[in-house]
């Protein structure tokens, strides 16, 4: 009976896009000290949802969240594996006014079309069981440590960039979990390290952010500069984030096990939006509120807000340093109502250079109230200057 359940189970999940199932216990995940160890040196930066008293909790003990869990279903469904990374030099790329974003954001939120099918799977298992079954499903945002719990319930292993690895898909593939009150037969733990003496991944990132204990140094992640900051983007990290304007797939590009194994195609569900994998950036500068909602409704982009989005999108324009950008930057210098978005414009003027760049940030000077934004003007006028520096001193 156990075994039927769970075949029927894996089908049910395989229909819904979940094409790896594993099944784990609630006991505390394996390298939950590695996780402490991670907020005990603030390297979750702003996202201080991970680090309150209740989330820890709940990531330590499963059962805090579900006190009648007896297993957990941990699953994978795969989304658009990005190319082969192109080597971004500023000037010369032949996209020179595209941004680029992470794959997973290139279609649909996930958040939202993985939630409707965990609660399709759930209500099936219920069914399937005959029996009043409690349950609890989560993708991304719950207090469950995914990877760990993924790793312990056989899915793969954790790369040296920080990434759950399929033996045979390679990592472009998200994950969820559903707490059961049922008891379920538990898969072995994944037993390989499969990463070897590679070390791509830490090679290629562009702010060294990726640690030798398989965790990241979040703040100096671009993920997490273009998707969580809220606020100014540090100007020593800008250069770094080249042209990604949300999110980032280098460690992942990189990775020989996506380079073997990772397929163009995943869950149809998330297929590419038009004109959002690779965005026109001048297009995107212009957008008005309005027509940023309209353009990703529904996306993961509307997490960064058209503040952050833009933000970042000023920031690649900077770094490509294509002069045919001067006229929309200086004109949205002047026009753009967000002093977080003027601000890096004006930052990406100055990395540009040059007598125009110069005049218009000059005369942005004259009319500017906003403090933060003079700040970043004058830096930018002052590049061998500290930002702090105020105006005048
Ligand atoms: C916060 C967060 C981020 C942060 C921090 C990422 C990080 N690496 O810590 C930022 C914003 C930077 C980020 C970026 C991305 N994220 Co994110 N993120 C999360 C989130 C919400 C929490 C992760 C967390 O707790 N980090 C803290 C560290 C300490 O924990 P951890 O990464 O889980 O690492 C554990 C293991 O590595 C383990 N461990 C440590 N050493 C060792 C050694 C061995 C041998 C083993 C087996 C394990 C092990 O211990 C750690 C603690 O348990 C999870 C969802 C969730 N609820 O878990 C998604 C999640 C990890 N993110 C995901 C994705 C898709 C991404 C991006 C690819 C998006 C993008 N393209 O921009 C990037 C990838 C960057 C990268 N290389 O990690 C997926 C990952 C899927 C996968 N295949 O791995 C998740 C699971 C969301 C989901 N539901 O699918 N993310
Ligand atoms: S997502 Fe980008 S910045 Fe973050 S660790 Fe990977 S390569 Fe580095
Ligand atoms: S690039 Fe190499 S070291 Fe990094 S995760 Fe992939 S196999 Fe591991």
Redesign the pocket.
Known sequence: MAEALRLAIEEEARRLGFHWVGITTPEA????T??EA?LREG??GE?AY?ASDRARQRRLDPRQILPECRSILVL?APYDAPQKPERFEPGSSPHALHGKL????WGED?HEILGDRLRILSNYIETKTGASVLSRW???????????L??RAGLG??GK?????HPTQG??????EILLSIELEPDQPFPH?RCGSCTR?LEACPTAC?LP????D?RR????LT??LKGAIPVELRPQIGDWVF???I??QVCPWNLRFAAAHGDPAFSPRPDVPRPDLLAELGLSPEQFNRKFKGSPVKRAKRRGYLRNVAVALGNLGDETALPVMIQALGSEPEPLVRGHIAWALGRLGGETAQLALQQAAQIEKDAYVLTEIWSALNPAMPASTPPGD
């Not at 992470?102 to 954001?105: F, P, R």
């Not at 989560?138 to 760990?148: C, H, N």
């Not at 960039?161 to 690895?165: E, G, P, Q, S, Y």
């Open positions: 995940p394996p390298h939950w590695t996780y991670w390297r979750q996202m991970l994978g992470a794959a997973y954001a996930y989560y993708t991304d945002t719950g207090p469950v440590l995914e990877r760990d993924a790793q292993w954790i960039n920080t990434c759950l690895i990592s472009y593939f998200l994950l969820a390290d991944c990726i204990d398989r965790t990241l979040a992640c671009i993920s997490y998707i969580e999110g980032c797939d460690c992942q």
